[in-house]
């Protein structure tokens, strides 16, 4: 009757250690010496949500941890329709909501990823509404609450869009500015011991097939922006002009 995932321990216990050191010890700790030989960080990622988590934790117990991964579940779905308005009704609404990226990040508690995502998804609203510094902002955070996915669905989604934007100069600069925050988040990682105990193989492979699964986060919505555009075309009546003479 219990279920318990890798990222479920994760987020219990550093919230549980953050928690008890600002309360019983009144400090944020740098290190988290009970884990990783001695060596782990407290916040080798994740800093928003697990540091606001720890701060509630003597209010709402462990609870606090499953009540973040609802908002941040939440978050994303909402960041999701507000970036793309087009989806927010019938079979496309049904269509991100079984997005399998999202539904298997709230069943095995990827809280980091869900918070993350969401800002990321939210910086997509604002580009798109032309609020460029917000737009900066908010990819600035979920890059620097997730490095090591985030930070990279960042990169190819630049990339993709690269092509469209109108004024590159402005993209590469606001997005330039976005990693301000995300370039030291992403050394902390790489500081973790859990990166230098690992195999080059093992961290390639693992970050290759995370990266191809999360992504879909933000690729779903977007090809079914894509495929409502074509059928919207499509189905579109050619219009026939006449000239009065």
């Known amino acids: 009757a219990v279920f318990v995932s890798d ?3 994760s987020n ?3 919230v549980w250690y953050v928690s008890d050191r600002i309360w019983h010890f009144h400090h944020i700790p740098w290190s988290m010496p009970v884990i990783g030989h001695g060596k782990a960080l407290a916040f080798p ?10 701060l509630l934790r003597p209010v709402l117990g462990d609870w606090v941890v499953t009540l973040w991964l609802v908002v941040g579940t939440v978050g994303l779905i909402a960041a999701t329709f507000w970036a793309f308005p087009e989806l927010r009704r019938g079979w496309w609404a049904a269509a991100v909501l079984v997005n399998p990226a999202l539904v298997v990040a709230s069943i095995i508690g990827q809280l980091p990823f869900l918070w993350g995502a969401s800002m990321l998804m939210g910086a997509v609203a604002c580009w798109r509404r032309r609020r460029y510094m917000a737009a900066a902002v908010l990819a600035g955070l979920g890059q620097a609450t997730h490095p090591a996915v985030v ?14 934007e109108p004024d590159r100069r402005r993209l590469l600069r606001y997005y330039a500015a976005s990693l301000i925050p995300a370039i030291p988040a992403a050394l902390l990682v790489f500081a973790s011991p859990v990166f230098g105990d690992s195999d080059p193989v093992v961290i390639a492979t693992s970050f290759f097939g995370t990266l191809g699964v ?10 079914l922006v894509v495929v409502q555009r074509r059928l919207q075309s499509r189905a579109s009546p050619l219009r026939v002009t006449t000239r009065v003479p």
């Open 7 to 9: 990222d479920a321990i």
């Open 12 to 14: 219990y216990g550093h």
């Open 45 to 54: 990622y994740a800093l928003v949500p697990w540091l606001s988590a720890a």
């Open 151 to 164: 930070l990279p669905m960042g990169v190819v989604l630049v990339a993709w869009w690269w092509h469209w």
């Open 214 to 223: 999360r992504i879909l986060v933000l690729a779903v919505p977007i090809a």
